[in-house]
């Protein structure tokens, strides 16, 4: 499976763009997504914080952006990426629908996590007289770590395979590669290398995520 020279440049710029892309996408998404989560679970009914205006809102808004497919939130809110970044092309102006696509699915995820944790454990605090924050970062968060591990790692995944989608739209990285090259100009050799590509990105991210998670429900 032969490759023309200009192939490996190519290559390595956009996987640059890709592991840019989702780096960046990714400590975003958690900053925004993982206080989104934190809020849902203590203002839902009989949590610490309990608040059904707040709990709705957030719970409608996370339901919708989940419910949007990736390439047309990423078509839809072009408006939006050229007012943040100034453009609604290129690698950058891609992590605003990434983010915007990811962070509340991480909310969600991280809901679900916190909720995991064991009811006895709040009540244990809550009868120590710990404040709503404390219960949150020493006892919510540390006792659902392993599962919140799992959950990015899940989240990362998805955010690889949104980036690729971008390529689309002129997004950069390597779905741009797959289908300016592999598909538009059917080069096969290009297609397949791009698609083991993503897969090893994905193997190394999952068992990574899988190695730190067991490490820490085992303290």
Not at 8 to 34: C, D, K, R
Not at 99 to 118: C, M
Not at 147 to 152: D, E, R
Not at 202 to 217: A, P
């Amino acid at each position: 499976m032969g490759f023309e020279p200009w192939f490996w440049p190519e290559f390595f710029s956009a996987l640059n763009e890709t592991l840019y892309m989702v780096s960046v996408g990714l400590i975003i998404s958690v900053l925004i997504g993982l206080p989104i989560g934190i809020i849902v679970v203590i203002t839902r009914e009989n949590g610490i914080l309990e608040n059904k205006i707040i709990f709705n809102i957030l719970n409608v808004i996370i339901n919708i952006f989940r419910s949007i497919p990736f390439i047309i939130l990423l078509v839809a809110i072009t408006p939006f990426t050229r007012f943040v970044v100034g453009s609604s092309i290129g690698t950058t102006a891609a992590i605003v629908p990434l983010v915007l696509y990811t962070a509340f699915y991480i909310g969600r995820l991280v809901e679900n996590s916190l909720l995991e944790v064991d009811s006895g454990t709040i009540e244990l605090a809550e009868s120590m007289g710990a404040t709503p924050w404390q219960i949150i970062w020493k006892f919510l968060l540390p006792e659902a770590l392993g599962s919140l591990v799992l959950a990015i790692t899940i989240a990362t995944i998805g955010l690889i395979g949104a980036s690729a989608m971008s390529g689309a739209v002129g997004g950069g990285g390597i779905g741009d590669l797959a289908i300016t090259y592999g598909y538009n100009q059917f080069k096969t050799n290009i297609m397949i290398i791009t698609v083991v590509t993503l897969i090893v990105m994905v193997q190394v991210i999952q068992s990574l995520g899988n190695v730190i998670s067991k490490k820490i429900r085992r303290k």
